[in-house]
Structure formats: C-alpha cells, structure tokens
C-alpha cells in the first residue's frame, strides 16, 4: 500500500511533464486529450486558477485502470490460490508488481508509464490471496480481528505512501546522466516503490509458510470477473454481504475522491494541509480497526458493527455537505473514515465466515473485486454530480446512497458475537 500510494501527490505534475514531452515531439494522445478537456470551456475552481481540470480526469483514468485491473484479477488470483496454494500465486504476483515499478523508474514516455500502471494493477488483485491467508490461520471466532490487521495496513499505507511521494518528488534524476535510461522526475518514488516491492518478495519467500495445505485445496478453477460470478457463490450470505460492500464502496469511493476538491473549493487548503488531512483519514483508520473493531467485534458482532460503519457514513457525508467551517469538516472527515473502518474488516470476516474453507480465496477474490470495480464507478459518478450540482448535493446524494447498503445487509445473518452467544446457550 505505500508502494501503491506513493503516486497519488504525483498526478499534477505527471500531467505536465508528459505534456511537455510529448508537445516538444509534436503531440500525442495526452495533447489531444487536454485540448479534448480544455473544449469544455469552463472553470471548476475559478478561485483557484491553478487548478487544472484535465489534472483531475488524468488522474482518475489512471486510478480507474488500476482499479479495473483489480477488479478482473482479483477472483483469478484467489482461485488459482484456493487451487495450488497460498504462497507461489503471492509470489508471482508479488514479482509482477515489482516489474511494474521497475517500468515505472525508466517510463521516459507515457505509453511506458501506462504499461507499468496496468502490469502493477493485474498483480494488484492478490489482496484477495492475501486475505485468504489470514482466513486460513485465523479461528472464526477471530476473524474479524485478523482482518482488521489488513485494514491497519491500508492505512499506514495511506498515511506513510503519499508523504513519500511528496518527499521523493524534490528528487529529480532526470537532469543527470541517468536520464540516458529514460529516468525523470518522478523516478525516485518509483525506485522506492520498487525497492519496497523486492523486500516484501524476499521477505514473503523466506518467511511465509503456506497456510492453505493440500487436502483442503479446491480442484477446480474459474477465470471469470466477480459481477459475472456473483450469483455462483454458493452461499447467499457471503454473496449478499459482497453485494453489500459493493454498494457501499460506490459511494464511499466517490466521496474519497471528491474530497479533496471540496477542501480546495471552501477551505483553499495548500497541499501541506491537504496531507494533513489524509494524515487525519489514515490515522483515524488505524485507530478504529486497530483498537474499536479488535476490542468490540466479539461482543457487537459482524452485521451489527458493519450497520453501524454505514450509519455512520451517512451522518458523516451529511455534515460534510453543509460543513462551512473546520468545526464542522473535520469532524465530518472523523466520522466518514471511522464508518469505513468499521465496515471494511467486518463485511470482509462476515465473507469468510460464509465461506468454506475450499472456497476462501475465490470468495474473498469476488468481494475485493466488487471494491475494486466500485472505486472505478464511484469517482466518475461522483466527479460528475460533483461539477454538475456542486459538492453539497454530490455528498447528500452519497448520504442516500448509502441507505441500500444498510438495507441489503440486513438480509445478512449476524455472525461472531452473537451467534456465539446463542452457541453458549
């Protein structure tokens, strides 16, 4: 996730420096694209002449590609480990996403950058393996708290990816003689990336036994995307609670992305106090998946704390429309990242849990598939009821929005802390 994050505060300035690129060759994809944006012929942010338009579309197609990309690959990636096992498909996976950074440190061109993005987003679907991993090792009765561990990942990741790509964009390699193997501006973040990429390869394949063994491997292996597998999951649980975080990641993805626009819009936060901010979303997640889900879960239960996640994002998104001031928007950001942190390790252990053990992997693939396919319709939707109708009615609508999730999940039986109660009696 640091490796992966790295490149969010690089999109402004990737824009331009492969414009320029590509301006000085006489044109390309990238100026045709702009000129395409630049037709439209109006300001988003005219308090803000700085801010660029086509920097935002730039941005969202190549986080939608990765997305995409995640969203095919996922449910392959976790069949074929459900079939041959947990640690050869996170290694391959693993080098895959380190060839991807390696394309990035030489990408002197864009069709190279883009090809990095779309190899680093096949091998990006092996969250799905990963999770099967710790469903593997984990008691069902402790699910809920293993996962949480995957959570408090994303967000270190969150909080640590962005702060280096910041750092790392003050150093600019491209001026030096390096510059002969196609090195530029941005290539010490990906160096990191890469270098980050072969210490977690070095440190899976000495340090990771395999946890999934033969006798409970499935003998059959399906290629298809999730939607169009959606209905085989055999348990209706497991694929109501994937439609539920499908839903859900709709909205919460769209208001994520639109997030630091709105910021921009009322507050004209600089970049420094939009790190802080995110400084604020990846904090509050580790907090809450590391302290309130691992302590609460037992005794509330998977549905009942992934229903309250979803209200809370309602209340949050509906203080974040009307907040005016930092009394109301930082408290609004509080409560909207503190909802996913509720609902991200709950809906993902309440998966597992309707899911046998053959079936870990493939189950687990579709449901990270579903967010992976919703964080590439949120942005797009929400960007344009964004620009349509202002950012209130974006983040009211995103309010409603959430009220299918919670009513889906309610067809859902509770797991966890309740059904061990009712056990015990």
Known sequence: ??????????????????????????????????????????????????????????????GSLYAVLQFFFAPIWGGLSDRFGRKPILLFTLTGTAMGYFLWIMAGDFWLLLFSRVIGGMAGGNISVATAAIADVTTREKRSKGMAFVGIAFGLGFVLGPAIGGIASQWDWSASELVFFGMHPFSAAATISFILALVNLLWLSIGFKETLVPEKRSQSTSFLPALSKMGDVTNSDARRTCF??????????????????????????????????????????????????????????????????????????????????????????????????????????????????????????????????????????????????????????????????????????????????????
């Open 1 to 62: 996730m640091v490796g992966f994050s790295i490149i969010f505060p690089l999109f402004p300035a990737m824009l331009d420096h492969y414009l320029f690129l590509e301006e000085s060759m006489g044109g390309g994809i990238l100026s045709r694209f702009v000129q395409w944006v630049s037709g439209f012929g109006h300001d988003i942010l005219p308090s803000n002449p700085n801010f660029r338009l086509e920097t935002v579309i730039f941005g969202g197609i190549l």
């Open 244 to 425: 539920t975080y499908l839903l859900y990641m709709v909205s919460f993805s769209g208001m994520e992305f639109t997030l630091t626009f709105l910021a921009v819009e009322r507050f004209s936060f600089s970049p420094k106090e939009l790190g802080e901010m995110f400084l604020l979303i990846g904090g509050t997640l580790i907090l809450v998946q590391g302290f309130v889900v691992r302590r609460f879960v037992g005794r509330m239960g998977e549905r009942n704390m992934a229903h309250l996640g979803i209200f809370i994002g309602i209340f949050a998104f509906i203080i974040i429309s009307y907040a005016e001031s930092y009394n109301w928007f930082y408290p609004g950001l509080f409560l909207m990242s503190s909802g996913v942190a509720l609902i991200s390790p709950t809906l993902t252990a309440l998966t597992s849990l309707s899911s046998k053990e053959s079936e870990q992997g493939i189950n687990l693939g579709i449901f990270r598939s579903c967010g992976s396919i919703a964080r590439s319709i949120g942005p797009i939707s929400a960007g344009l009821i964004y620009f349509t109708y202002g950012s209130s009615i974006a983040y009211l609508i995103g309010a409603v929005w959430l009220i299918l999730p919670a009513v889906v999940l309610f067809s859902v039986k509770q797991s966890a802390g309740t059904n061990r109660l009712v056990s015990a009696h």
